[in-house]
């Protein structure tokens, strides 16, 4: 059994920063990649940045430039830096992971979600 368990959420005055966490625990064999999303009210669930095992990045054009995704392979972590928060950062944020468990000789690889943390910013 696998869980992701995120934190660092909160309220935050435009212009300031947050740092999100995501630890992996649990039956895990490998992490593949990780990643961030996010869904505002009445809003679709989008891909905020993702990151390879090997350290390679991507990110949404919306947040280039002020959100840096890292990940601590040794503790199974995933972080978010957000700088320059803006209102329309306002949303729910969930980790996601593509983990690769073995039991027996059972191998699976699936996507795990967070339950999601709530980043609110105030104009």
């Known amino acids: 059994q696998v869980q992701l368990v995120e934190s660092g959420g909160g309220l935050v005055q435009a212009g300031g920063s947050l740092r999100l966490s995501c630890a992996a625990s649990g039956s895990i064999f490998s992490i593949n990649t990780m990643a961030w999303y996010r869904q505002a009210p009445g809003k679709q669930r989008e891909l905020v940045a993702g990151?390879?095992?090997?350290?390679?990045?991507n990110y949404a054009d919306s947040v280039k430039g002020r959100f840096t995704i890292s990940r601590d392979n040794a503790k199974n972590t995933v972080y978010l830096q957000m700088n320059s928060l803006e209102p329309e950062d306002t949303a729910v944020y969930y980790c996601?992971?593509?983990?690769?468990?073995?039991?027996?000789?059972?191998?699976?690889?699936?996507?795990?979600w967070g339950q999601g943390t709530q980043v609110t910013v105030s104009s």
């Open positions: 996601n992971a593509r983990i690769t468990t073995r039991n027996g000789g059972l191998v699976t690889l699936r996507d795990y």
């Open positions: 990151i390879t095992s090997g350290g390679s990045t």
